[in-house]
């Protein structure tokens, strides 16, 4: 858990200090530079992948937007008729979320910033976790789907940046810069790492490659 609570505080500090102004217009209908706009549409691509992975009607399930950023995922599973529980380990985040959220999906939505995997935040039918597991190296992302998948009853359905070239150069020149100096950077990983960690319990879904935007859809079946 130290390296897992360590990297969480880390990105805690670095989207509540550096980053909220960013991901709210990032986020937004704002104009964005050519670059931003990539990882915008990369971001929607994914966002529509992983809801597919869910039934279309989610009345009567409950479902936790683990990093739920802005609320995007979120309004669009209450949407659904699903009862969701929005947490971010960004409170500003989390605020942004609650704002955005349009006023007839706010019964069904129950929002919270800490630790998306924490037990008090009950169990769930569907975990949906988008590019919230990124920073971490392969036994914290194995054990916080195990603390996960303990409370779900469906799936897990999560993102990873995949081993690539692209993304092992970025990864590589961004360790060359003292910790306290830098944002938290992506963690790379390969299929057969992960699901060596997590007993196999993994399957590959798709990957979305847009501009900047590289992710890798899995799915996690505890």
Known sequence: ???????????E???DRSATK?????????????????????RDKMRALMLGRLPADLRGARVL???????????????RGAD???VDISPALVEIARSRLPAEHAPRVTFAAGDMTAAHHGSFDYVLAMDSLIYYGPADIAASLDRLGTRTRQAVVF????????????WTL?????RADRSPIMVPHAFDTLNTAT???LAQIDRVSRGFYISECLEYRP
Request: net charge positive.
């Open 22 to 42: 960013v991901w709210e217009r990032l986020t937004s209908d704002a104009p964005v530079s050519r670059i931003r706009q990539t990882v915008r549409e990369g």
């Open 199 to 201: 007993g196999g319990r």
């Open 84 to 86: 969701v529980t929005a």
């Open 1 to 11: 858990m130290a390296d897992y609570s360590a990297t969480r505080d880390r990105v």
């Open 65 to 79: 937007d683990a990093g739920c950023g802005a609320g995007q995922m979120t309004a669009e599973l209450a949407a």
């Open 13 to 15: 500090q670095y989207f």
């Open 159 to 170: 993102t990873v940046a995949p081993k690539t070239p692209f993304l092992m150069a970025f």
């Open 174 to 178: 961004g360790k060359a810069f003292p």
